[in-house]
């Protein structure tokens, strides 16, 4: 009941292209975003923003568990996210039931490593 009604807080876009499934959710007051993309069998949940005056009240989590409602709903059994090996935000991820895959993730230009953590759902 209280992430339908949190549902109804956000402006959620679909957009499909040649490569995959893009969604794009917002809070309609715009202090919360985030991304899916889906490519393949692979959704990713990535670019999860709260803005600062907004953190420490569960958005991040309700925008997490929004974005796993649209991916099970879309057909999927998970769901993929990646972070910095060695953040905070691994632990966190974890609270919510995110595992390590054990991949690696190296972007070009960045000197740190990035973890794949995946979720059943």
């Not at 956000?10 to 794009?24: M, W």
């Not at 935000?89 to 190296?106: A, D, F, S």
Request: charged share 30%; net charge positive.
């Amino acid at each position: 009941m209280m992430q339908r009604l949190f549902r109804r807080k956000v402006i959620i876009q679909k957009c499909t292209v040649e490569l995959g499934t893009y969604f794009k959710l917002m809070k309609k007051d715009g202090k919360a975003s985030c991304s899916i993309w889906i490519e393949g069998n692979t959704p990713v949940l990535c670019d999860l923003y709260v803005s600062k005056s907004h953190r420490k009240r569960g958005i991040a989590t309700k925008m997490i568990r929004l974005c796993e409602e649209i991916v099970k709903e879309e057909g999927f059994e998970h769901i993929f996210l990646w972070t910095r090996e060695g953040s905070w935000l691994v632990m966190w991820y974890r609270q919510k039931g995110y595992e390590p895959t054990g991949e690696i993730l190296l972007r070009p230009g960045e000197s740190f490593r990035n973890i794949w953590l995946r979720k059943e759902l």
